[in-house]
Every structure is written in C-alpha cells, then in structure tokens.
C-alpha cells in the first residue's frame, strides 16, 4: 500500500554541519576485555519457538507486517479550482485532488484536462504537513524542500528546508471585514511558521517512539498507519493531520569495532513555546519545554539505548516580559503547586518508571525562590521511586570548573543502576529528570555527563571498553561524541530561546575557552533581542499551529510600517547594551592580563 503522504513531524534536536544528523558517531574502538554494564541492552538475535527473543531494534525495518508506504515524491499541479497531487514514485496510479473552493478531497484516477487556457502551475513536492483550518478558508502545508541528514534504526531521516502554505477557500472575497482582519493576521503568522526551523520527519519509521518501545511493540501494531502509531505528546503535526486521518480513503496498492552513537531529542507539543513566553506547568502537569533525548548506541550487532528527560520546573510560574534583562520570577496560585507536580511526576511515571528530578538552579535570590517552591512541594510524593535532587551548578561549578559534576553523578549513580534490569536483556525501568531555569545550557552540560557515563558503561559490557578504559582514551572518538552533545544542545536551545546553548564550548571542546565566553556574551544578547522583540509574534505562530487560534492583547501584531519602526528601534536598544557588553568584557580580560602579569613579574622577582 501507499499513501499520499501526511507525514509525522517532530523537531529531532540534533548535532548539525560538523557531523551529519544521525549518521552517528563513526569511530574504531579496540577490544577489551569482558565488562559487566548496568543499562539497556538489545542482544543480537536469540532463536525461540516463538520467533526471535531480544533480537536488536533494527528489526523495525523488517517487520512481518509493514505499515503502508508513504509516498516520497509528488507532483503538484495547480489549477485554477483545484490542487492535484500526482505521485511520481510509481508506487500508484491514483492522484488527490483538493477543491480550492472549499478544501474537500477526493481520489481521481487521472488529471483534468489540460490546454493553454488551464495552463496549471506545476512543482515537485515531498509530502502533506496537513491542513490548517481557519474561521473562513482551509491551508494544505506541503513540504517543497528536504535534506537527507542521516539514518535512524536503518531509515533515511530528512530535514525540512521548505514549506509551502496553499489556500483553499475562495470565500475570502465575500466574508465580513472582521472575519478579513482575522485572517490576515493568520496569515502574517502562516508566514512566520514557515521560518520555523527544527523540523525533521521519515517515510519508514516512526520517530516519535524510544527505540526501546519499537522493540516491544508486535508486529500487528507496527503494522498501522504510521500516524496511529505515534506518541501525540512529539507529533508536532497531530492537529494539522485531523482532515487527512479522517480521509480514510487515500490508501493504494504498491509492488576493528566500530560503534555508531545517534543521539535524538523529541520536545512535546503539550505545552510548547518560546522562551519567556512559556515557562512552569500548565494545571494539568504538562511542563514547559519538556524535550525527551534519546542517545542510541550501536557496535557488534548490539544496540543499546538510554532515555533522559529535561523540563521547566513543573509547577505554575511565570516571567513577564518587561524589557529588563532578567524578569523577576513569580509563581502563580501556590497552593495549587503540590497538585500540579503531583500530575507531572504521576505521568512521568506512567511512561518512563522510577524519576530521579535533578534541580540545578541557583540556592539563592529569585532562583531560590523557585528552588524552595520546588523542593518543598515535591516532599510529599518522595519515594524510592521518586527522588529530588538539588544541586547548586553555578555555586560549585562556576563558570568553567564543570568538572565538578562528577559530584552530581556520585549522587544518583546507585540509581541509574539500580533502575536497569533483566537476565538477557536489560530494560531502563527510571529516567532522569533534568532542569535548571531555561532548562537550556546548564541542563545540557548535566545531560551530556550522564551520557557520557551510560555510554561508558554500555561499551564495557560488550567489551569494546576495558573495565578501567574511558572514552576520553580514545581521543578521535572523545572529540566526535563531544561535539555530538554541543550541537544537540544547540538544537534545542535554538528552538526555544532563538540562540545557540550558553557553555557550549565546555560541552564541545571539555574546557572553557575565551571565544567561547565571547559567543555566550553574544548569544545572551540576542536572547534579551528575541525575547523581547520578537518571540511574541512566533509564539502565537506556534499555537496557530497546534490549533490554539490564540492572539491575546499584548501580542497583537503590528501594521508592517510599524513593525518596521518597532524593529529599528529595538534593534538601536539591542546594539548598544551589546555594545555596552562588549567594552566592559574587554576591559574585564585586560585586567585580569594585567593582573597576571603583575603576579607573573612579582615571582620572577621573588
């Protein structure tokens, strides 16, 4: 079977140019002697009567009963009251139409006819987003560009790298001023979800789904439809893909040792949005900015896999923008705090088991308030199943002694080991639970220390690393996985603050470095830019998306004059306090020159 194609988004946050997304980390490492490891482990495959016990995940990609194909190429031909999608893979001879005048869709078996007065657009597209429904007309989003950025589990995984937004709804012409107004701001917010960057999607597998959860799931229920079988919490398209799901009808008939790390991140579309602009829990629990990252390991036909999460502090808080660089922090309706955590953690888990919830915001000033708020309302729901643990990152870490969170990892060790078991194959039965304010740059640091430690472990049980070996011993591989981290986290951050993560440099180069802090400095300043500037406008862009339809008051979209106005005023205020930055960063760097060549002169001295 094959289906024109409502494909399944969901931003996989990823290491960018420097290495190819999930083609992996491509390293030799040399055997070792056997070691035991404590964390997942797919084995190669074990014959049973029943077929094959703990056979590895890429299984997927040759399942019994596959679900229909998605067609990769189609070609759009644009009428004057029609939009017909042509495939031209040759994987069926039936084409969709849409009425322009009302969005309807219907399967025809051959084109209108065509002359010099019909004289249709036409262009090659690579899949349906879905279809957005607004007060007076319907919008088909199609993609018009991809990249193939790498593999997962054995798929070809693409980049989105253009969109398309194709009207259907002539009543336009004949709808009230009010209704007109509505939907020209819809459409000024069409445009900048076109911007939107982070998107990536597969014809072949479902990539909103662990790759441990793949391989526990039967054939019957792989062999669904690809959007019935993914996890709504990281389906970014869900609501666009309601009128295609219902269309049931678009469905027709087809015809050395080398270890590979792939490292994925999938944010929820629950409570989604951009810095400032979305921060705590909503009352049901769901967590702003909660992205779940998944790093995979692949050597000696084993594939193992670990599982952490990451999420604004999950009770209701809030940060107004109001133009100074760090708003104060407010929690909303305290009393409601132990409820709304108790949600979030009830959830967690549902879906993942035992939650260690690692706190890495400051002791003190508005951080600390946020910190006691956390603390004291998570107390009641303690459990050997659910531990809380706070640690002062910047208080002990600083700004460049990051080696120090090994003290972190002392503390929740005996957990990440305890919570993986089985006799001949290991299953993650916890997760940890990460966050600081943004949830961005500290986190991600944490985050690729826990990795590392589990991937460490994961290559001596299979015996590609010694008991005692490290994966800083084999320095080409160090540097790859390191980098592997820093663009993930750059990923990420990008999608919620609109810059690169802050410490990226520790995570990409293991140290501080001077144009590190430069680029940290920079990026700081383009994040009070876009939080105040410009995040509004892609925030109300995502709800659009997700079918919210809101646009309140205080983001009410600018004439284009104005806008014009507003942008070069902001841009004058962002140049000097950058400006500002910079001279004082400068002045700083010199004195502490000074200072060490006074220390430097004075020992020479005696």
């Given at each position: 079977?094959?289906?024109i194609?409502?494909l ?10 420097a ?11 040399f055997?070792?002697?056997?070691a035991a490891?404590?964390?997942?482990f797919?084995?190669?495959p ?19 009963c596959?679900s ?29 139409s849409?009425?322009r ?8 078996e051959?084109?209108p ?9 036409v ?5 349906v987003?879905?279809?957005?429904k ?5 919008y ?20 989105l790298?253009?969109l ?7 009543s ?11 939907e ?21 597998v ?12 039967g054939?019957?229920?792989?062999s ?16 666009l ?21 792939t ?18 829990a909503d ?9 779940e ?12 896999s ?7 502090m ?5 940060q ?48 600390g ?35 120090r969170l090994?003290?972190l ?20 039965t916890?997760t ?25 472990s994961?290559?001596q ?22 980098v592997?981290?820093?663009n993930?986290?750059?990923a ?22 001077t ?5 940290d400095?920079?990026n ?8 105040n500037f410009a ?20 983001r009410d ?11 070069h ?38």
């Open positions: 079977m094959a289906t194609a409502p399944l988004f969901h931003p996989i946050l990823h290491f960018s140019e290495i190819p997304l999930l083609q992996s980390i491509h390293s030799t490492l055997r070792s002697p056997t490891g404590p964390y997942p797919h084995s190669p074990t014959p049973t009567a029943a077929g094959v016990l703990g056979h590895h995940t890429m299984s997927v990609a040759t399942e019994a596959p229909p194909k998605l067609h990769t190429r189609l070609r759009l031909w644009e009428f004057a009251d029609r939009y017909v999608f042509e495939p031209v893979d040759g994987l069926a001879d039936l084409f969709l849409v009425d005048t009302n969005g309807s869709m219907s399967l025809v051959e084109l006819p065509r002359g010099p007065s019909t004289n249709p657009k262009r090659i597209v690579f899949g987003i879905g279809v957005l607004l007060a007076v007309r319907s088909f989003l199609v993609i018009t560009g991809r990249d193939c950025v790498g593999s997962y589990l054995g798929h070809a995984i693409f980049k790298t253009g398309k937004v194709l009207p259907c709804n002539n336009l012409n004949t709808s009230s001023a009010e209704q007109k107004k509505m020209s701001e819809f459409s000024e917010l069409l445009d900048a979800a076109e911007r939107t960057i982070g998107l990536y999607f597969s014809y072949d479902n990539l909103t789904l662990t790759s441990q959860r793949l391989h526990d799931l054939d019957q229920f792989k669904l439809p690809l959007w019935r079988q993914a996890e709504p919490r990281f389906l970014w398209n869900g609501y893909l309601e009128p295609l799901i219902e269309n049931k009808s678009i469905h027709a008939e087809i015809g050395s040792e080398k270890v590979n790390v490292l994925i991140a999938r944010r929820c579309t629950r409570r989604i949005g951009t810095r400032m602009w979305r921060r705590g009352p049901e629990g769901y967590a702003a900015n909660f992205v990252s998944e790093q995979i390991m692949q050597s000696k036909e084993f594939t193992a670990y599982v952490q999460v990451r999420g604004s999950p009770f209701l808080w809030e107004i923008v109001d133009l100074t660089y760090k708003p104060s922090f407010d929690v909303v309706r305290v009393e409601e705090a132990p409820r709304v955590l108790e949600r979030h953690f009830h959830d967690l888990q549902k879906k993942y088991g035992a939650v260690v919830a690692v706190d890495l915001v400051n002791t003190h000033g508005g951080e308030r946020l910190y006691e708020r956390y603390a004291k309302s998570i107390e009641p729901i303690l459990s050997e199943d659910i531990r809380f643990v706070h640690f002062d990152f910047h208080q002990i870490c600083g700004h460049i002694h990051f080696e090994s003290q990892y002392d503390q929740i060790e005996d957990y990440l080991k305890k919570h993986s078991k089985g006799e001949k194959m290991e299953e993650q916890g940890v639970r990460t966050n600081c304010v943004d949830c961005l740059d500290r986190t991600n640091v944490t985050q690729s220390m826990i990795g590392r430690k589990i991937l460490e994961q290559l049980k299979i015996s590609v690393l010694g008991d005692n070996n490290t994966i800083s011993d084999y320095p080409a591989f160090d540097a790859d996985y390191k592997l981290w820093a993930h986290g750059d990420i951050s990008t999608q919620y603050s609109g810059t690169p993560a802050l410490k990226g440099d520790f995570v990409r180069y293991g140290k501080r470095t144009q590190g802090i430069l680029n400095l920079w700081a300043m383009a994040r009070y830019y876009l939080n995040d509004g406008t892609k925030q109300d862009a995502m709800d659009l998306l997700q079918g919210h339809h809101i646009s309140s008051v205080s979209m600018p004439t284009p004059t104005k806008g014009l106005i507003e942008n005023a902001s841009f004058r205020l962002a140049f000097a306090l950058l400006l500002a930055a910079v001279i004082f960063l400068i002045m700083s760097l010199r004195r502490e020159n000074v200072a060490k060549m006074y220390m430097m002169i004075k020992i020479a001295n005696g």
